[in-house]
């Protein structure tokens, strides 16, 4: 816990709004930065609470050594200034989840999930399955819901599930699970970590301060899941492997089919992985797997993961927004059989779209949008497919109207992160189904 420190928060979003209120009780001197205009009400809030929130687009001039702790908002780079000097002056920097997972009062049993692709989907499956089973769960993390929030809701003996992204792995020191689930593994914010050797280490961290009494569910198909977890103390379950896998009619697990795919709702290879683990937390956690298919029998699918929208004049729009790297498009292109037209792109990462190439013959047309527009069409130009590039989603639908025909689809899998034009995924996601909506 922290108590009696000079604390800078770098970053508000919902992270740092809500750790701030968590260590305001503990006498603590607190300042808030972020370069954005915050909600109002927020900041009364914040300043009733003893804590002051400041507008700046340099808060490394604000740190200096009279500081205790910097607390990082994941979405803030590791070689963002004010994090560079808090190292140069000793300044520990560690994130929310971390400051949070300290104030937790009784023993809980804490699953982690992280990976490239398939947290949000994995994650939320296994929290329908608890509470269909009456098992006492908390929901957090990177799906929405900071730990700081909910920590003092926890109760003794609660299921703590924690979907944890890469951006916050990285400031992790004591935070430690008791089920730790690694999806997979591709290169994808490279940017942010610089290579992919960094990025794979960080993922690393959800084993931290395992022994074998905790539990890592890997995936034995995926060849960087394998090599990067061969040294870990965890007792290691594995799913794709010769007992716990799929094929087109059934999941198995232990070489014994629990449920036929025909009884599934989501499909798609991706998904069919998604519930392996699924039914692996739920056999770790003594829970009977008539609940699991009990959830998979209604459950639709995550908003914005291949999510879908309607059809209109027998045309079907699918919204992907989620989809922030090309392995995650690759992913949705391999969940159709029909011509796609594909919106691409977003902020410009270095991302690498070539891995698409198996994939082109689904693609009838490709709609280039925002900063990596330009690289997106030299890429299509390369592969001889059609393509037009526009600054907006708004202005690539314009052009898609007068493009499709019945029985098409028209897919939104950015594989590009959504910041060069809006604050989260999300609000991309909408935009795409508010414009489909006005076709009604």
Request: glycine letters at 4%; hydrophobic letters at 35%.
């Amino acid at each position: 816990m922290i108590k009696n420190k000079k604390v800078l928060i770098l970053g508000m979003a919902k992270s740092g709004y809500e750790v701030a209120k968590l260590i305001s009780k503990g006498n603590n001197e607190i300042i808030v930065v972020d370069s954005k205009e915050q909600e109002q009400s927020k900041i009364e809030e914040l300043i009733k609470l003893g804590i002051e929130f400041l507008k700046t687009d340099k808060p490394e001039t604000i740190l200096d050594k009279t500081y205790d702790v910097l607390i990082k908002n994941p979405a803030v780079f590791p070689n963002h200034p004010c994090v560079l000097k808090a190292k140069e002056l000793n300044i520990p920097v560690v994130n929310e989840m971390e400051v949070a997972y300290h104030y937790i009062k009784y023993p809980v049993k804490i699953v982690g999930i992280t990976g490239s692709n398939g947290k949000t989907t994995t994650t939320t499956l296994i929290y329908e399955v608890l509470k269909k089973a009456g098992i006492p769960v908390k929901l957090g993390g990177n799906i929405g819901t900071p730990l700081s929030k909910i920590v003092n809701e926890l109760e003794e003996n609660d299921i703590l599930l924690l979907e944890i992204s890469d951006h916050q792995l990285i400031d992790m020191k004591n935070f430690k699970t008791n089920i730790s689930i690694l999806t997979n593994l591709c290169p994808t914010h490279l940017d942010y970590h610089g290579t992919y050797e960094s990025y794979k280490n960080v993922k690393k961290k959800i084993f931290n301060h395992h022994t074998n009494k905790d539990i890592a569910i890997i995936n034995k198909a995926n060849e960087d899941s394998v090599k990067l977890t061969k040294d870990i103390l965890s007792t290691k379950i594995y799913f794709n492997d010769d007992v716990n896998y799929y094929t087109k009619e059934e999941i198995y697990i232990d070489n014994i089919p629990v449920i036929s795919t025909k009884d599934i709702l989501i499909k798609g290879n991706h998904n069919y992985e998604n519930i392996l683990i699924t039914y692996l937390v739920a056999k770790i956690l003594k829970i009977d797997f008539k609940y699991v298919s009990e959830v998979l029998k209604e459950f639709k699918g995550v908003e914005h993961r291949i999510e879908y929208v309607g059809t209109i004049k027998e045309v079907a729009y699918y919204n992907d927004s989620k989809s922030t790297n090309p392995t995650a498009t690759i992913t949705a292109l391999k969940s159709f059989d029909e011509n796609i037209h594909l919106i691409l792109g977003g902020m410009d990462r270095n991302q690498d779209f070539h891995d698409l190439y198996p994939y082109l013959s689904k693609i009838k047309c490709i709609y280039a949008i925002g900063d990596v527009r330009n690289r997106i069409m030299d890429y299509a130009k390369e592969e001889n497919i059609k393509a037009y590039a526009f600054q907006t989603l708004k202005e690539a639908m314009e052009k898609i109207k007068g493009e499709v025909v019945s029985g098409d689809i028209v897919l939104l899998s950015p594989g590009s992160a959504s910041w060069d034009q809006y604050q989260k995924f999300e609000d991309r996601g909408d935009e795409f189904k508010k414009i489909v909506k006005s076709y009604e």
